[in-house]
C-alpha cells in the first residue's frame, strides 16, 4: 500500500517541509526509523485515484526542484493545540 522513493541526497526532511506549499503533505523517512535513518527516502500511500497520485508526483517534483534552487519555503504548519 506504500512505496518508498529513494533520493541521491539526504533530503527527505526539508521535502516534508516544503510539500505543503505546493499542496502535498508527506511523511519524512527518518518518522520511519531512529538516528536519522531513511534521510534519503520518503514513504509515499498509493490508495488514491491514479489522476490524483500523478498530480501529487508532478507537485513533489516542483518541490524538489524548488529545494535544489535555494527554496526553504513559507509553510506555517498547524498550531499544535
Not at 60 to 72: D, H, I, Y
Request: proline letters at 9%.
Amino acid at each position: 500500500m506504500t512505496l518508498w522513493a529513494t533520493f541521491r541526497e539526504p533530503i527527505s526532511s526539508r521535502l516534508a517541509a516544503i510539500a505543503p506549499d505546493y499542496g502535498v503533505t508527506i511523511a519524512a523517512g527518518p518518522r520511519f526509523g531512529i538516528g536519522g535513518a531513511f534521510e534519503r527516502h520518503i514513504r509515499l500511500p498509493y490508495t488514491l485515484p491514479s489522476s490524483q497520485l500523478t498530480e501529487a508526483v508532478r507537485r513533489l517534483t516542483q518541490a524538489q526542484l524548488a529545494l535544489s534552487q535555494g527554496a526553504t519555503g513559507a509553510h506555517d504548519p498547524a498550531p499544535v493545540a
